[in-house]
Each structure stands twice: as structure tokens, then as C-alpha cells.
């Protein structure tokens, strides 16, 4: 009798389930796979591939730790022998002929997954030895023809990966007698492309990439995967996803973008999953126990609000006894500021080193310099670089650089508005700016975290050990193809050396400096437009904003309405700007600078356009005046637009008061520029119509009130000293 049709279905389903639990049976064990790897130092990329190792309980052996590398430089002229030869001499070691190797290179390697999906792969590939694949033939293109055909994937053997069965790889690396400068690569690309080598070792390559990705020649081929809280390198040519990510070649840079997220180093679920890692704390140390600091500042070109950044530096929470200042002024220009600092604050530190302008040392010189006295300093702990256009605004900064125990850390630092920062994601083919893939959301702080970049600049710290072992014997910043800056990143990455930049915490800003001028007394009066919001700290009173917010605007007179709106410091700049330019009116009716040459109500005073500053005046009012006019006076919106702008003067025996009078305006300006009682005496406004007096004005504080029609007003007498104001007629 004829089997039903279920019974044989059942039947057929049977057989598939014993053959799938015969396969489950057959599976390699874990226990079983032993990574070998050769690291004669260690290294960032090395403690990075032992990092990936241990996120996946890898077990890993390290062949030639303490030997002298011999093997040669990949990047210039082939190498590696020394890799075969420890290898050797370790496989003649193991007993276990069951066993599985998986050997690798390390200083530029990760796992993207763990032992059981690689051996998995390993199996389906059905060979005792899978070695990974490229499609660039190195190191010698003769031997192309040699090479197997494949119907897809890539064709030619990469060394720098493969895994095997113990007594396979030992055969395979049995004749080996070269040097340890020969080439591995060429060594076992001769094995592969010999067919009855091949077909006897029972070898194979991994053309699509399942097991192993080299990144040269593939960059084009490998995204980052993110899917539930992992991240993996995809590989979109052949669909696969890799479980060891090889950065061969001249891909490190490469390596080292793919290295921030995998192993799930960062993911969009928990953000950065080893910002946390050994660290070093400082917080159960004495301060007399605390790292010794050399910081290098320096000041390459005309910088605006330098005295700021000294003040800044002043408030840096750190020991001032545990830091030592190197100095360097190429600028003549700020010299007093500089001079100041020192006389006033220079004693507060341990030591200090200033290079003067005439001296006429260069910028790369100075910082070799300032590298070789941390060098040479055996009490240096850690040099800070900190460019003098850097506005640090975390004074915990230089702690938590320290916190993170990294061999160079930069603090991200952007300026405002722009997507310029002080580090590059990614290098361009001739070692200059490229954009990465993740900067926009690095600097916008989409992504936050530490993350390994090819370029930093303007304040980063380096730990002394560093400059004393890799570093040492270099003149860092010193290069006849590049500026200080990218010579410095260039020799730091020729000697594997990994720089991170830190957004983990806001740091500051960096300030433009590209049109800052020097022909005025107080320079920084005209960044406005270029360092709104440095110019905003410096020169806006802080009570300001929160005036604003909370409408706390006083109405002293009806339709007069009085706020803050400068500093001390704004105003002193003004009225020393005004005195040192010292072209004062004459007082008189009849005045050239003005359309018609007839002032009706004169008064001694300086026009802001004859210093050049209405621009930046209109500027300010725009921006600080015209939102209290639109709170004030609702349905009323302003250009700010003004004929006149200027900087009065009142002295009891050049011109005390002014006569009653309207002003040519829909509404005026009058701030107040000193002070009351401590710079002169009297003093004030009155309003007529309402008989209504300001008697005390205070110093920063502005007066508005409408023009011409309502508010008839009048000086009152300057009784003693000199009263400075600043008026703007606005909207004539």
C-alpha cells in the first residue's frame, strides 16, 4: 500500500530535523577557538582590539610581547615575516589537534561579533582554512593570473586575517624560513595560488566577506549598522555583515571612525558605553598631590578680548601651584595684556616662561619648545595646549581632561553659530579636512561621547609619558608640507598614537579672528558682528536677559522707561575710546558733520560714525534696545535707524546742561556712562510736560523715551567732575 501523502511529509520533516540536530551536534564549541595575535608593544589600537576581544569572551594569545619588531613598515615596502615565524614556533607548542585558530592582526583590527557566529561562518565555508579576501593584489600584481577566478567577490588573499584547524595552518607554515622583514603576504599568497597546496591544506578565501572585511580597497562597500541597541559594519556589495574589521593599509584613519561604534563602543540606545572606563580620579588626592601641568599658551595674530581669556584662565579650578605657564606672543599688539597678566597674577603659579614678540620665534618653534620643557621635566605630568583665541568657558575643564586618562584629549570647542570646530572627523587624500559622516551630529551634539579623530587643534591636553617614550626626539610641530597644527596630528598618527576630542560636557567656544582689527584704543568694542556672543559677556549688563524675562523695566516717568543694558567695562571702553580719538565738538550751532550744517540745540560731543563704529551701533540697538521698544511700545517694530548717534560730554566749565529741546527721533537712547556721585556730580533729566526728573542716573543703565512730540526734556546741570552719555535718535 501506497504511503499517504502526510505520512510522507511527516517523514520528510522528520529527516530535516534529525539532520538539522546532527548539524547542532557538529558544531564547533566555542572552547575550542584560540586567537592568536603578535603585539611586540602595546598600543591604542592594540588596547582597542584587546577591548573588542574581551566584549565578546575571546580568548587571546599574544605571540612576540617585549621582542623588537623586525617585521618592517606596511605602508612603505612589504613585511610581516616575524608574524609567520611566532606563529610557527607557537603551533609547534599545542598538542590539541582539534582546535581552531583564528590569527589576526591586532593594531588595527576589532570583532564586530562574538565566537559563535564566526565559527559558525567558519563551517559553512566548508574548509580547514578560510583566509580573509581583497580586491587589491599585494604585494606583487605578476601574480594575478595565478589567482583562482571566483564568480563573485573578491579574488586575492589578505594575511591579515584567517582561521583554521590547528593541524592545517601548522603544515601550511611549516616551510616557512624567511626573514622577519619578508613578506607574509606574499608567502602565503604563493601556498593559495599553487592548486595542489591549495586543494592539499584545503584553503579558501572569504570572497564575500562573511567572516573577514579588509577596508582597503572597500571603503565604499562598509556602512555602519545600527539595529537594537549593536552596531555592525555591513558590508552593502554582498550583503554580509563581517565579524572581524580589518583596517589593512592606508585605512586606519578608516578603522578608527568604524572603531567609535563597534563594539557597540557607542549606540543610539546608550550613547557611549566606555566614556566611563579608566578613569583617573582626582577627587581623594591633596592639592599639593595633584598632576603637575605645564599649559603653553600662545598667541600667533591679533586676537580680540585677550584680557578676557586671562581672567578665564585665572578661575580654571585647578591648583595654580601645580601649574607651570610657557607663554608665547608673536604679537606685538598684546604685549601690555600679557605683561599685566604676569605682573598682577604670574606669582599665583609654580613657574613661568614668557617669549616675547622680538624675540621673533616662530609659532612651530615655540611649540617645540614648550613640548621639549615637559620632556625635559620630570615633575611634567601633562601638557595643556591652549591657543589664546580659545574661550574656555568650563573652568572644571582641565580637570576632566585629566579625568579621562587618554594620551591626547581634546575638549570640543565650536564657534557659535557655524559648524567650524577644533577637530576633524575624517582626512582628505592629500592629509587635509574631510567631513566624516557623524561630524554635523558631533558638533551639534546629536552624538555624545569620546570619539577618535585624526585632527585636533587649539586646546587639547597630552600626557608628559607620552612626549618622554613615542613622542620623544621629534620636532612635532616643525614641517616644511604643513602648518604646526596638522605636522603635529601628522606625527602623532605616523606613530599609531590615537587623539580623541571629548563632547561629553559643553567646554566653550573659539572666537574669529580673521577681521579683527588693531587701530582703535578698545578693538573688541567692534566685534560685534564677528564674536556676537563674546561681545554679548563682555559688554551687555547681566542683568539683562533677566530683565527680559522677567520685565523687570522701571518706569520712572510716564512713557520713560529705564533698564540695564552695559557693563562697567562697555562703558568705560566707550567714553576711552571717545577721549583717546579726542575730536570733540565745539559746542556751537553750526556743525559740518551733520545734513544742513546747523544744529539747533548743540552739545559737545563725538559722532559714532567719526570713530567708525554705527555699524556696530545700529548693530546694538537692533539687538539689545529695539526688544524693550516692541515690549514697551506694543504694535511699534524699529530698524533702529539713525542720523544720530554720539557720546556727550558734560563739565561744569565746558558745558554743564542742555536747554530744553525735542529730539529729532520717534523715540531716544540715553545711556548713562558713569557714575553718579563717584565721577561727577548733578547731573540727570527732566521732563517738562510731566515735571518729572531722573536725577541718579545709573551707570550702564538706558532711558528711553519718545521723541518729538510728548516728551520735552532738558539737561540738568553737571555741578562737578566730567558726566559722560551715549544718545541715538532712533528712526528720525
Known amino acids: 500500500m501506497k504511503p499517504s501523502f502526510v505520512s510522507l511529509l511527516s517523514w520528510i520533516c522528520f529527516c530535516a530535523l534529525s539532520s538539522l540536530a546532527n548539524c547542532e551536534d557538529q558544531r ?74 583564528l590569527f589576526i592582526d591586532s593594531y588595527d583590527l576589532v570583532f564586530a561579533s ?26 606583487d600584481r605578476h601574480l594575478e593570473d595565478k589567482y583562482p577566478h571566483v564568480r563573485e567577490g573578491n579574488r586575492f588573499l589578505g594575511s591579515g586575517g584567517f582561521i583554521g584547524y590547528i593541524p592545517n595552518i601548522r603544515e601550511m607554515v611549516a616551510n616557512w624560513t624567511g626573514g622577519d622583514s619578508d613578506s607574509d603576504q606574499l608567502f602565503f599568497t604563493k601556498i593559495f595560488i599553487d592548486p595542489a597546496k591549495r586543494k592539499a591544506l584545503n584553503i579558501t578565501l572569504d570572497t564575500k566577506c562573511r567572516l573577514f572585511q579588509n577596508l582597503h580597497g572597500a571603503l565604499d ?76 599658551i600662545f598667541i600667533q595674530q591679533p586676537t580680540p578680548f585677550v584680557s578676557v581669556f586671562f581672567e578665564r584662565l585665572l578661575k580654571l579650578q585647578y591648583p595654580k601651584n601645580r601649574l607651570k605657564l610657557f607663554i608665547s606672543n608673536q604679537e606685538p599688539h598684546h604685549e601690555q595684556q600679557v605683561s599685566s597678566f604676569l605682573q598682577d597674577h604670574g606669582s599665583l603659579y609654580q613657574d613661568v616662561k614668557s617669549i616675547r614678540p622680538e624675540e621673533e620665534m616662530d609659532g612651530a618653534e615655540a611649540r617645540d619648545l614648550a613640548f621639549d620643557m615637559c620632556q625635559k621635566d620630570e ?113 602623532v598618527r605616523n606613530k599609531g ?46 542683568n539683562y536677559s533677566r530683565m527680559i524675562r522677567d520685565k523687570l523695566i522701571e518706569n520712572p516717568c510716564p512713557d520713560v522707561y529705564w533698564f540695564p543694558v552695559f557693563t562697567d567695562v562697555a562703558c568705560n571702553h566707550l567714553v576711552e575710546e571717545m577721549e583717546h580719538f579726542g575730536k570733540w565738538s565745539g559746542g556751537g550751532n553750526v556743525d559740518t558733520r551733520i545734513q544742513g550744517g546747523y544744529e539747533n540745540v548743540p552739545t559737545i560731543d563725538i559722532h559714532m560714525n567719526q570713530i567708525d563704529f554705527e555699524k556696530e551701533w545700529q548693530k546694538f540697538l537692533l539687538e539689545y534696545v529695539a526688544p524693550i521698544t516692541e515690549k514697551m511700545f506694543p504694535g511699534y517694530y524699529t530698524k533702529a535707524q539713525f542720523d544720530l548717534a ?6 561744569p566749565d565746558e558745558q554743564p546742561s542742555l536747554r530744553p529741546h525735542h529730539d529729532a527721533s520717534t523715540f531716544t537712547i540715553n545711556i548713562a556712562l558713569n557714575q553718579v556721585g563717584t565721577d561727577y556730580q548733578g547731573g540727570g533729566c527732566r521732563f517738562l510736560r510731566y515735571d518729572c526728573s531722573i536725577q541718579a542716573p545709573r551707570k550702564g543703565w538706558a532711558l528711553m523715551h519718545p521723541g518729538r512730540l510728548t516728551h520735552y526734556h532738558e539737561g540738568l546741570p553737571t555741578t562737578a567732575g566730567v558726566r559722560y552719555i551715549a544718545v541715538s535718535f532712533v528712526d528720525p
Open 28 to 101: 564547533i564549541p566555542e572552547d575550542k577557538l584560540l586567537v592568536l595575535t603578535v603585539a611586540t608593544k602595546e598600543t591604542d589600537g592594540f588596547r582597542r582590539f584587546l577591548r573588542s576581544a574581551k566584549h565578546f569572551n575571546y580568548t587571546v594569545k599574544v605571540l612576540g610581547r617585549g621582542e623588537k619588531w623586525r617585521g618592517g613598515d606596511y605602508m612603505s615596502a612589504p613585511g610581516g615575516g616575524q608574524k609567520v615565524r611566532l606563529l610557527k614556533a607557537a603551533l609547534l607548542e599545542m598538542k590539541s589537534e582539534d582546535q581552531v585558530i
Open 114 to 139: 562574538g565566537p559563535k557566529e564566526l565559527l559558525r561562518k567558519f563551517q559553512q565555508a566548508k574548509h580547514k582554512v578560510v583566509f580573509s579576501s581583497e580586491s587589491l593584489i599585494w604585494p
Open 221 to 296: 562597500e562598509v556602512v555602519l549598522k545600527f539595529e537594537d541597541g549593536r552596531v555592525r559594519a555591513r558590508n552593502v556589495q554582498y550583503d554580509t555583515l563581517p565579524v572581524v574589521i580589518h583596517g589593512n593599509g592606508p585605512t586606519k584613519l578608516q578603522m578608527n571612525y568604524l572603531g567609535n561604534y563597534i563594539p557597540n563602543t557607542w549606540t543610539f540606545e546608550a550613547g557611549c558605553t566606555v566614556c566611563h572606563e579608566n578613569l583617573r580620579s582626582l577627587s581623594s588626592l591633596k592639592e599639593s598631590e595633584y598632576p603637575l601641568v605645564l599649559i603653553g
Open 379 to 491: 615633575e611634567c605630568d601633562y601638557f595643556f595646549n591652549l591657543d589664546v583665541e580659545v574661550v574656555l568657558k568650563n573652568e572644571n575643564t582641565l580637570k576632566i581632561l585629566i579625568k579621562q586618562n587618554l594620551p591626547i584629549v581634546a575638549p570640543m570647542i565650536t564657534r557659535a553659530g557655524r559648524l567650524w570646530s577644533n577637530f576633524w572627523g575624517a582626512l582628505s587624500a592629500d592629509g587635509y579636512y574631510a567631513r566624516s559622516e557623524d561630524y554635523v551630529d558631533i558638533v551639534q551634539g546629536r552624538r555624545v561621547g569620546l570619539w577618535n579623530v585624526p585632527y585636533v587643534s587649539s586646546v587639547y591636553l597630552v600626557k608628559a609619558s607620552l612626549l618622554q617614550t613615542e613622542l620623544k626626539d621629534l620636532q612635532l610641530f616643525t614641517s616644511e608640507s604643513f602648518d604646526p597644527d596638522m605636522a603635529f596630528c601628522h606625527s
Open 497 to 542: 598614537v590615537f587623539m580623541y576630542v571629548s563632547n561629553l560636557h559643553t567646554f566653550g567656544r573659539i572666537l574669529s579672528t580673521e577681521k579683527y582689527k588693531t587701530e582703535h584704543l578698545h578693538n573688541d568694542l567692534w566685534q560685534i558682528f564677528e564674536n556676537p556672543l563674546d561681545w554679548q559677556e563682555r559688554y551687555i549688563h547681566e
Open 646 to 651: 554720539f557720546v556727550v560730554r558734560y563739565k
